[in-house]
């Protein structure tokens, strides 16, 4: 027997298989029951489990919730004790750098999942209403209901994007990339649509898959220009094709520029950002967390193949180089600006969310000067895989709180975090924390990731200022554009201290509409208290160094491709 | 009043703390320095717990009854400190670790980062982090500053917690008490001089808090703010100092900028003019935080605070951060050991400021009529004598007398330890006579209104006759008198016999600058005899002065243990420790404490006849001389004027009935005339200096000060509120791009596209 998978390979991609197991397992489980059947012409009756009278503990709505919990960390250990690497089939890899990735989207999923616990609540032992109810209580039993049936729904898809995402992370070619990333969106843009009896998730969704699959064609629509070019699309021939290629072919450089369209999108850089606001106000927290986090995180991974991998010349400057600058600043500022007079909560996470994209693409674009020696290349690429990991803990430690202040039915309004601080001390205690770390304050993990990119941006471009110069407009042009690069993170984590402070300022010194304490969603509590902790540990002492040692680690693998 | 109850059953938490060390040292085989950062960190960790938990539980009786509102947490913690301290301290004294070798011991690292230099060349590699630096000299001062952190703590439990004025805040106060002790820890530990200067700041602010803990009251917060304010003239120029130094040697490790002081960047030769005002900077710092002429106006104000930070900080600790810092000078200067010559007007500055705050302070001390301002002024005088002893040790080293320079500079820092033990139970056991006099006067007059309101229970003249009331406290604070006074035997006197012979030893060399510090500190010597007897025999011999007197017990708990512990180290652990040669030690001249191959009673002997009969003429003049001042004339004078018998049928017990008997025998003397001259009530004012920087700040600094914030509302601001309007109207503009629909979203991206086809080829092309 042939089997598409011989053991040692299966061996590398435990995680995925985990996830795949899991998801067979929860549409599987909730299902069991008492059915048997009845072999013909006897009185036997052998049981088939799945059918009949549902088992009361499988049957238990809370079940889903508990299986996909159980599925990401055990995928999450397995990444993490993971040391072996290798290929697996023609078109899949497992380094250090995809392991990296993987704990990301896991860990970014694990959140998530517990988000939605109470997000999404599952309850036991609800009844059907009855005609007395009045149509109120009608409508919030049918509403519990429904919650109830969705359980399933809900994690299934959470386990697609896991699966699509963990998969793309490892893909070295560039078809079998763009199939997981659409695994990964279809599946998220169901997400973000979830709740679709309420009307902004509805528009939201729809918005957000109409934007994305316009970029999803596009980028497609690249790819096959660059199979007409090359014939191949494998990571490697492609690269190989083109340090072959002495100038830049322009069909392939028209390819390229179609699918950073849709890597852009994934990202959110700017202009293509646009449905992201959106999305993440019509989204429940939980999953605007994931897409701020690991769906950014999978678009970066897309990013940093084609744009590093692909097409970066052994020497001199790449043909992007320009054009991620430009698109970077202007991302950054775009971000930035939006973010400063909105007031809804989420629309100021998803445009902060736009502006840190913003700083990696600058660090991109740094590296594409051709400037950068190998190892200032390095530093900012690990600066911007150990931002995309340290995000997962307090941009979603954000979306956390912000699904707390859900389960109240709020969020929408920054008035909702109104004297937060009276309410709830630690809550808000941590939320400040997150902001602060967002903002890029030290000792914390943001500090962290930014102040390693800006050294190494301005690592780039040392040497080429000169100090002996009369006039300051002289040395402004002695000095080499990537210094400017940095320039703008600066003066843009200036102007975002901005909002992110007056999400402190409200949470501490305004008034609350109530003083009543918020629901006792205690695992959603230590989640939060967990991203907070991590922010600082990540921040400063060892675990910090560990972090940044699988990051330069996973950075070593990648760029040895 | 009840009766004195034991407490002990609480610090049945504190057990789990000391396990700590004690497991470490049996699980780990590294050396214990190694585990220096728990010093820092345990107090760091409990500081948050405090508030935190103290804001929740506020009005809880357990917190309140068990926990102390905090006070038993901050023990622990430094409790945790404390055996870690003493651990480093015993490898060290065993000899297991070498003290010549100074230890950076790596505790953190945190960020490693490229410099930019100002041509746009990338330098070096740098390391942001923590390292311990452990020395004989950190040994010392870090075993002081828990040691006495931790009964100091202690004592504040006793003094704060029952007190009703701090009814509801104490968290507040154990919280900031232990938030001072990391300060201090980390300004000891610390391997070099910007995170010296970081946690230097840190005790300044504590000291902020701390002086104006009764912010409610104005001059509490007034106090607050010129201690801050004054220092901080000090931390300006110590901040200057540090520039000047980094620009000489490019580094401010201490492993760096000590390896050879005369070789700075690059090896280029050090100039002994430029590296001068740096340490003539640092000094400055140093004078500041020490409270030393001109910038000693802040210290009597700070008594403003609670007494346990009185103790704590203004007399124990803290003001031992500028000699700290001027002895961590000593490789600049030292000549023997790659030290930039040249420099001996530092040391002759160093002395001059010393030995005129030592006379100044004494002499304002004779005036004062409370309890912890007396107190205070001893300590501006004592700590000016180690700067004294600093300054001649600076000399020495730098003309290349290097044996001189380092006994003196031991015996300063043994002053330092003297002083440290000696100050800080004096200002407990005056924190215990004002504490009872208080409750005294309370339970007098409760509930009634005819009570005497303006009762000062910090005024020596309502006092008089304590002796037999306060046996502990009496006894406590007559050993601390002692000690402070340098009668022979006890305490400080074997280090100020030092110091003040080497002073003269140096003017006998031949530097006739030195005969004015020489001559200062000599006659302060005497004077510090009679002040400091004057505040004993004024609160605790004679007639009592006023009726709440009859009403004083000595009853709180936590407060006596220390005064006890702490009579004891006074007592005999001067004469012990100088017999093992602690001034070697503190000197780095010798790797431990012991009899140097001496018997017992050889090496006793050895320290009599150093100590009174020194084999120079001269010197042995010089110390008869002190001897007669400070042991005869001073305190004779005092028991004079203020001594007396106490109250008939009351005794005192056999530590200080003696005394109290003598000063009896030894007659009265009227000095009202001296009392009502014009040098008094100069001497009251505080010889005007407080009135002459107010003057001179009123027409300097605060137009100036009308300027900034004229300047800063118009200009500083002006800019900001224009960039932060621009940016609210670019926001509002490019928020309208933002339309909700999904067909602009969708044009936009299109836009983009060809955006980047413009960009790819017009870039290319």
């Known amino acids: 027997m042939n089997l598409p998978l011989n053991m040692s390979e299966a061996e590398l991609i435990i995680p995925e298989l985990i996830m795949l197991a899991g998801l067979i397992a929860i549409i599987l489980i909730p299902n069991f029951g008492d059915a048997s059947f009845r072999i013909p012409l006897s009185r036997m009756k052998v049981p088939i489990l799945i059918g009949g009278n549902r088992f009361k503990l499988t049957s238990n709505p809370k079940l889903p919730n508990r299986v996909s919990l159980a599925i990401f960390s055990t995928a999450f250990f397995f990444a993490l004790m993971q040391t072996t690497y290798g290929k697996v089939g023609d078109t899949l890899e497992v380094t250090p750098f995809s392991r990296l990735f993987t704990l990301i989207f896991t860990a970014a999923l694990i959140l998530a999942t517990i988000a939605t616990t109470h997000r999404i609540p599952a309850r036991a032992n609800l009844n059907a209403p009855k005609d007395s109810d009045s149509e109120n209580v009608a409508t919030k039993k049918i509403n519990a209901l429904i919650d109830n049936r969705r359980q399933v729904d809900f994690h299934i898809i959470l386990i697609m994007v896991g699966l699509g995402m963990s998969l793309m992370s490892m893909a070295t070619h560039l078809f079998m990339l763009f199939v997981c990333i659409e695994l990964a969106s279809l599946s998220s843009y169901i997400l973000v649509a979830f709740h679709k009896e309420s009307k902004v998730g509805g528009e939201a969704g729809m918005k957000y898959f109409i934007v994305g699959s316009v970029a999803s064609a596009i980028g497609i629509y690249g790819m096959s220009m660059l199979y007409l070019w090359n014939g191949d699309l494998s990571l490697d021939a492609l690269a190989l094709a083109w340090i072959e290629s002495e100038t830049v072919d322009p069909i392939a450089g028209i390819a390229v520029g179609l699918m950073l369209v849709a890597f852009g999108f994934k990202v959110g850089a700017a202009p293509f950002h646009l449905a992201a606001p959106d999305a993440y106000s019509g989204a429940s927290s939980p999953v605007a967390g994931l897409l701020a986090t690991a769906s950014k995180a999978m678009g970066f991974v897309a990013l940093m193949r084609i744009l590093i991998t692909v097409t970066m010349p052994e020497s001199g400057e790449a043909f992007w180089f320009t054009t991620i600058a430009i698109i970077a600043v202007v991302t950054m500022t775009w971000g930035n600006l939006a973010a400063l007079t909105s007031t809804n909560p989420k629309r100021i996470l998803a445009y902060s969310s736009v502006s840190h994209a913003g700083y990696m693409l600058a660090g991109l674009a740094a590296i594409g000067s051709g400037l950068a020696s190998e190892e200032a290349m390095k530093l900012i690429l690990t600066a911007i895989v150990f931002h995309l990991a340290v995000l997962v803990v307090f941009k979603f430690g954000a979306f956390l709180v912000l699904s707390l202040l859900e389960t109240e039915g709020r969020s929408h309004e920054l008035k909702d975090l109104h004297g937060l601080a009276r309410r709830e001390p630690l809550i808000a205690g941590s939320m400040f924390l997150f902001m602060l770390s967002l903002a890029g304050v030290p000792p914390l993990s943001g500090f962290l990731s930014k102040f390693l990119m800006i050294n190494g941006i301005v690592n780039v471009s040392a040497g080429t200022g000169t100090s002996d110069v009369s006039s300051v407009m002289d040395w402004v042009t002695s000095v080499e554009p990537v210094f400017w690069l940095a320039f703008a993170i600066v003066l843009n984590s200036a102007l975002s201290m901005f909002y992110y402070l007056r999400i402190g300022l409200v949470m501490f010194f305004e008034e609350p509409e109530n003083n009543k304490p918020m629901k006792d969603a205690l695992s959603l509590r230590i989640a939060i208290a967990f991203c907070a902790l991590f922010t600082v540990i990540i921040g400063i002492g060892p675990l910090s160094d560990s972090l940044l040692q699988m990051a330069a680690d996973a950075i070593d693998s990648f760029i040895s491709n | ?765």
């Open chain 2, 1 to 765: 009043m009840g009766e004195t109850k034991n407490e002990y059953r609480l610090l049945l938490p504190l057990l789990p703390f000391l396990a700590i060390v004690p497991l470490l040292s049996l699980q780990s085989d590294s050396s214990p320095t190694d585990f220096a950062w728990l010093i820092v960190v345990a107090p760091f960790i409990m500081f948050p717990i405090i508030l935190i938990t103290g804001q929740v539980y506020n009005k809880n009786e357990t917190w309140k009854n068990t926990w102390k509102e905090g006070g038993i947490l901050g023990l622990a913690a430094l409790s945790v400190s404390l055996s870690t301290t003493i651990w480093i301290v015993y490898d060290y004294l065993i000899g297991h670790a070498d003290i010549q070798e100074n230890t950076v011991a790596s505790w953190l690292e945190w960020i490693s980062f490229d410099v930019l230099q100002s041509d746009y060349t990338i330098s070096q590699n740098r390391i942001l982090g923590v390292d311990v630096w452990v020395d004989s000299l950190t040994l010392m001062l870090l075993f002081v500053a828990t040691f006495l952190c931790f009964l100091i703590c202690w004592f504040a439990i006793g003094y704060m917690t029952t007190d009703p004025i701090n009814e509801d805040s104490n968290h507040r106060f154990f919280a900031e008490f232990v938030l001072f002790s990391l300060g201090m820890f980390g300004m000891v530990l610390a391997d070099n001089f910007l995170w010296l200067f970081i946690f230097w700041e840190v005790m300044g602010l504590c000291s902020y808090l701390l002086i104006g803990f009764y912010y409610w009251k104005e001059s509490a917060a007034a106090a607050a703010k010129k201690a801050f304010l004054t220092t901080r003239v000090g931390d300006v120029f110590l901040m200057i100092g540090l520039l000047i130094l980094y620009d000489i040697y490019g580094s401010l490790d201490f492993a760096v900028v000590f390896d050879d002081p005369s070789t700075g960047i690059g090896g280029a030769v050090v100039e002994s003019s430029q590296l001068f005002w740096a340490l003539m900077m640092l000094f400055i710092g140093a004078v500041g935080k020490s409270a030393q002429f001109p910038l000693h106006v802040w210290l009597p104000d700070a008594m403003e605070g609670p007494t346990p930070v009185s103790a704590l900080i203004h007399a124990a600790t803290m003001v031992n951060a500028g000699l700290y810092l001027v002895a961590r000078l000593m490789p600049f200067v030292d000549v023997h050991h790659h030290g930039v010559a040249g420099l001996e007007d530092f040391g002759l500055i160093v002395a001059w400021i010393g030995g005129i705050t030592a006379f100044m302070a004494a002499s304002i001390a004779f005036v004062q009529n409370d309890i912890k301002k007396v107190l205070a002024y001893s300590t501006m005088s004592q700590l000016a004598y180690i700067f004294t002893g600093l300054g001649s040790a600076l000399y020495f080293l730098n003309t290349g007398d290097h044996h001189a320079g380092y006994f003196v500079l031991g015996a300063s820092l043994f002053h330092l330890f003297n002083h440290a033990m000696a100050k800080g139970m004096l200002f407990m056991a005056s924190g215990s006579v004002i504490h009872e006099v208080h409750h005294a006067h309370d339970h007098l007059h409760h509930g009634s209104d005819h009570g005497d309101h303006d009762f000062d229970p910090q005024d020596m003249r309502n006092m008089g006759g304590l002796a037999s009331k306060m046996p502990v406290t009496s006894t406590a604070m007559m050993f601390g008198s002692m000690s402070i006074i340098g009668i022979p035997l006890i305490g400080g006197f074997w280090s100020k016999e030092g110091i003040i012979a080497e002073t003269w030893a140096a003017y006998f060399h031949g530097e006739t600058m030195m005969l004015g510090p020489a001559l200062l500190i000599l006659a302060t010597a005497g004077m510090t005899g009679f002040y400091m007897s004057r505040m004993w025999f004024m609160t605790f011999a004679g007639q009592p002065k006023s009726d709440v007197i009859d009403h004083v017990h000595e009853s709180t708990p936590w407060i006596k243990e220390p005064l006890l512990i702490l009579t004891l180290i006074t007592a005999i652990g001067g004469f012990a420790l100088a017999i093992l040669g602690v001034v070697d030690f503190l000197s780095n001249e010798s790797q431990h404490l012991s009899l140097h191959g001496h018997s017992l009673t050889e090496q006793i002997i050895h320290e009599l006849e150093h100590a009174f009969l020194p084999e120079d003429s001269k010197l042995r003049l010089v110390g008869w001389t002190t001897i007669l001042l400070s042991f005869v004339i001073g305190p004779v004078m005092a028991a004079r004027i203020h001594g007396g018998q106490l109250k008939e049928g009351q005794s005192a017990n056999i530590f200080v009935g003696w005394l109290v008997k003598l000063s009896g025998k030894l007659g009265t003397q009227d000095v009202t005339w001296l009392a009502e001259s014009q040098l008094a009530e100069a001497l009251d004012k505080r010889l005007y200096f407080d009135d002459l920087y107010e003057g001179i700040i009123s027409r300097t600094v605060i137009p100036f000060a009308e300027f900034s914030a004229w300047f800063d509302k118009n200009v500083i601001d002006g800019i900001i509120k224009q960039v932060e309007s621009n940016s609210v109207l670019g926001s509002v503009q490019i928020r309208k791009v933002t339309t909700g629909s999904a067909r602009d979203y969708i044009l936009m991206a299109t836009v983009g596209a060809l955006c980047i086809f413009a960009l790819l080829v017009g870039v290319n092309a």
